[in-house]
T-cell receptor
Framework: AQSVTQLGSHVSVSEGALVLLRCNYS??????LFWYVQYPNQGLQLLLK??????LVKGINGFEAEFKKSETSFHLTKPSAHMSDAAEYFC?????????????FGAGTRLAVHP | GAVVSQHPSWVICKSGTSVKIECRSL??????MFWYRQFPKQSLMLMAT?????????EQGVEKDKFLINHASLTLSTLTVTSAHPEDSSFYIC????????????????FGEGSRLTVL
């Protein structure tokens, strides 16, 4: 079974600093990987996804992630944090079970951005 | 495109009553919808997978009789929490898989806004 590990349940950065949220996965097949963001009392919004092709994926709000097969990682980065980036971030891997896809989520990382 | 809407956003009910939460795909047909439960400061826990016109598939440990799921049309799935108790208080989130061809093989999901249930 596939699984996702997010290192660091809480990350705090200064406004303007680099954001790095870590995600490692385990999968016996080429994975489809996703990053979602959740603001308080809201559902999840897709930031970006990797399916096939280019390993550096650009998403919304200036975020990007790089798929590294050798490291089984899909870390999320943003060069310069903004106050509005404060939220919960979830990494997920797509698993095919019984002929259909379902997402397996990591535990989440709460990003705090301080002035 | 690919908007999923949940209703209600907030619901407070008395212990022992039943509560229905609706999940609608507004601009696409969703043959498959998923229901998640999220406890405070925790990740999403998949409860069940709902396929239009058939019985839902529940994850291990989820009570089928407690959490009734109906997916009667390609744009609507409902979750009914029956005989709710305080321990059922949680944030429930639905998601839907997009149109075949583009999303089916990747597993990308579109999420509703979530419904916060508080059982007194």
């Amino acid at each position: 079974a596939q699984s996702v590990t997010q290192l660091g349940s809480h990350v705090s950065v200064s406004e303007g600093a680099l954001v790095l949220l870590r995600c490692n996965y385990s999968s016996s097949v080429p994975p489809y990987l996703f990053w979602y963001v959740q603001y308080p009392n809201q559902g999840l919004q897709l930031l970006l996804k990797y399916t096939t092709g280019a390993t550096l994926v650009k998403g919304i709000n200036g975020f990007e992630a790089e798929f590294k097969k050798s490291e089984t990682s899909f870390h999320l980065t943003k060069p310069s944090a903004h106050m509005s980036d404060a939220a919960e971030y979830f990494c997920a891997v797509s698993e095919i079970t019984g002929g259909y896809n379902k997402l397996i989520f990591g535990a989440g990382t709460r990003l705090a951005v301080h002035p | 495109g690919a908007v999923v809407s949940q209703h209600p956003s907030w619901v407070i009910c008395k212990s022992g009553t039943s509560v229905k939460i609706e999940c609608r795909s507004l601009d696409f047909q969703a043959t498959t919808m998923f229901w998640y439960r999220q406890f405070p400061k925790q990740s999403l826990m998949l409860m069940a997978t709902s396929n239009e016109g058939s019985k839902a598939t529940y994850e291990q440990g989820v009570e089928k009789d407690k959490f009734l799921i109906n997916h009667a049309s390609l744009t609507l799935s409902t979750l009914t929490v029956t005989s709710a108790h305080p321990e059922d208080s949680s944030f429930y989130i639905c998601s839907a898989r997009g149109s075949p061809g583009e999303f089916r093989n990747t597993g990308e999901l579109f999420f509703g806004e979530g419904s916060r249930l508080t059982v007194l």
